[in-house]
C-alpha cells in the first residue's frame, strides 16, 4: 500500500482537479501543508463575489494564494449595501497585476466598475474571453481600450450592458479576426445592423448568440442605411456552427437574413419571435446546413408583425418539408407558438410536423401552442425508431386517447406535459407500473392528479399551479 505522503505531485493535483465543489476543495487543503501547497499551485479558477471584504485586500490575498489562475469570475447578484463595498476600479488593476496568466475574465452585476477599470486589463496579454453581464457603467470606450490591447480576444459575451453605444471596438475586433464566440443581449445600443461592422472576421465566427430587448425594440427607430449596408457586403460565414437569433428584425435580402443561407456547417440554428424570418429563408438555411442536428423556431404572433404588408411572413409547412428533406441529421426540433397565436392560424400543420418525423433521425421534440397537433400526431410517433424525448406544452388538442399511444412508442424514456387542459388521470393508466419512461413531468395540467401519475415512470415530478388559467 503507498501512502499518501509518496504519491507524485502530479497525481494529486488529478486527484484535485476532479473535485469540482470548492468547498470540498478548500477543506482537502487544509488538511496538511504539502496539500494546501499544491493546491495552490494546482488553483486555476476563482469566483468571487458578495463574501469578497473588504474587497481589495480579500482580492489581493487570495491572487498572492492562487499564481496560476487563468478564469475569474466576479459575480455581485444579489448584493446589498449591507454585504460590503463592491469590487471597483481598483480591484480589477490588483487583477491585471496579480495574474499574468489571465485568460477568462467574467464581471457580473459589478455596478461599480467603469471604463476605467476595463482598461487597467489592457495589460492582460493573454485574455481570451471576457463576459460582462449588468455592468452598467462600461461604455464602448472601455470595450475598445481592452480590444485594442487584447490581440487573443476569441470570446465576448455582453449581457444587458445598456450605455454601450460607440461601436468602434466591433470594427476593431473585426480587423483582428481572432473572434469565434460573440453574444450580445439586450444591448440597447448595439442593433442588428451593428454587426456588419465585424467585416472579415465573420469568416472565424463559430458561435453567435444576438437578442435584441423586446421592450427597447418599438420604441427606437434603427438605422435603416445600417441595415442596407449588409446588401452590399459578402459576409463570410462558413464556419459558424451555431446561431441565436432573439428578437431580430429578419426583414428579406437585408440585416441577419444575408446569413441564414451562407452558414454551410451549421449544427444548430434557434430563431425566437424573429420577425420577418419567410419560409424562403428557412430553405435557404436547410439547402446549405446539411450538418443541421438541432433547430428551434418560435413564431411570433400576427400582433407583431408590420401592418399592411403585401405578402404574409408567416412560415408555414415548406420550412419544414425542406428541412425533412435536405437535413438528414436533424436530431433534435423545437416549435413554438407566441401567445397571440389562435388555433386556426396556426403555422405548422401536423402533416409537416410528421415530415419532420419520418425523414429525420430526431431524438427530442418540444411542441408549445402547435394547436395543430392532436391524437392522430401522437399515433404516428409511434412509428419513430429514434424518439426518446417529447415535450408537450399548451397542447390542447392531445387527450388521454392521444395519450395512450406513449406506451407504444419504441424509444420514448422522457415525457413532459405542461399546461395541457386536455389530459386526465386516465391517460397515465397504460403506464402504470410499466417502466417504460425513466422521467415523466407533469406540470398545471389541471385534470391530472399527483396519485394518478405516481408508478407510471421511474422517475414522476408532479407540479400544480393553475393561476396562470385566471
Not at 437578442?211 to 457586403?233: G, I
Not at 437574413?257 to 438555411?285: F, P, Q, S, T, W
Not at 393508466?429 to 408508478?455: A, N
Amino acid at each position: 500500500m503507498v501512502s499518501m505522503d509518496n504519491l507524485p505531485d502530479q497525481l494529486i493535483w488529478e486527484i484535485f482537479s476532479r473535485i469540482k465543489n470548492t468547498v470540498d476543495r478548500n477543506s482537502i487543503s487544509l488538511a496538511c501543508k504539502r496539500f494546501h501547497n499544491l493546491d495552490n499551485e494546482q488553483r486555476k479558477h476563482l469566483r468571487v463575489g458578495c463574501g469578497l471584504n473588504p474587497a481589495n485586500e480579500a482580492l489581493t490575498s487570495l491572487c498572492h494564494r492562487f499564481q496560476n489562475l487563468n478564469k475569474v469570475e466576479i459575480t455581485y447578484s444579489g448584493w446589498m449595501s449591507k454585504l460590503g463595498k463592491q469590487l471597483e476600479d481598483t480591484g480589477l488593476f490588483i487583477l491585471s497585476s496579480t495574474c499574468p496568466f489571465l485568460t477568462d475574465l467574467t464581471l457580473s452585476y459589478c455596478t461599480f466598475i467603469t471604463d476605467s477599470g476595463l482598461t487597467s486589463l489592457a495589460s492582460c496579454s493573454k485574455l481570451s474571453s471576457l463576459k460582462l453581464n449588468f455592468t452598467p457603467r462600461i461604455t464602448g470606450s472601455g470595450l475598445f481600450s481592452i480590444v485594442s490591447a487584447c490581440k487573443d480576444l476569441k470570446k465576448i459575451h455582453l449581457l444587458r450592458c445598456l450605455n454601450i453605444s460607440n461601436l468602434e471596438w466591433l470594427e476593431c475586433l473585426g480587423r483582428q479576426e481572432t473572434l469565434q464566440d460573440l453574444c450580445i443581449k439586450n444591448c440597447r445600443g448595439i442593433g442588428e445592423g451593428a454587426l456588419v461592422k465585424l467585416g472579415p472576421s465573420w469568416g472565424n465566427i463559430k458561435r453567435l448568440q444576438f437578442e435584441v430587448d423586446s421592450n427597447y425594440r418599438y420604441m427606437k427607430l434603427y438605422d435603416r442605411l445600417a441595415v442596407d449596408r449588409w446588401q452590399k457586403q459578402r459576409v463570410p460565414c462558413e464556419n459558424m456552427v451555431e446561431l441565436t437569433l432573439t428578437n431580430c428584425m429578419v426583414s428579406p435580402g437585408r440585416g441577419l437574413a444575408c446569413i441564414l443561407d451562407k452558414c454551410k456547417n451549421l449544427e444548430e440554428v434557434h430563431l425566437d419571435m424573429c420577425i420577418g424570418a419567410r419560409d424562403c429563408d428557412i430553405i435557404g438555411l436547410a439547402l446549405n446546413s446539411k450538418n443541421l442536428r438541432a433547430i428551434s423556431i418560435r413564431v411570433p404572433s400576427d400582433f407583431s408583425l408590420p401592418l399592411l404588408m403585401e405578402h404574409p411572413l408567416r412560415l408555414t409547412d415548406s420550412s419544414l418539408n425542406s428541412l425533412a428533406q435536405n437535413c438528414r441529421l436533424l436530431e433534435s426540433v423545437s416549435l413554438s407558438l407566441s401567445d397571440g397565436e389562435f388555433p386556426l392560424l396556426s403555422s405548422f400543420s401536423l402533416d409537416g410536423i410528421l415530415s419532420l418525423i419520418k425523414k429525420c433521425p430526431v431524438k427530442s421534440l418540444y411542441l408549445d401552442r402547435v394547436y395543430s397537433f392532436n391524437n392522430t400526431g401522437m399515433e404516428a410517433l409511434c412509428g419513430s425508431d429514434h424518439l426518446q424525448t417529447l415535450e408537450l406544452v399548451r397542447c390542447q388538442e392531445i387527450s388521454d386517447e392521444g395519450l395512450e399511444f406513449v406506451a407504444r412508442c419504441p424509444w420514448l424514456r422522457v415525457l413532459r406535459l405542461t399546461k395541457c387542459l386536455g389530459v386526465t388521470d386516465d391517460g397515465f393508466k397504460p403506464l402504470i407500473g410499466s417502466c417504460k419512461l425513466e422521467l415523466l413531468v407533469v406540470s398545471d395540467c389541471p385534470q391530472v392528479s399527483l396519485s394518478g401519475v405516481q408508478g407510471a415512470a421511474k422517475s414522476v415530478s408532479y407540479k400544480l399551479d393553475l393561476s396562470w388559467m385566471y
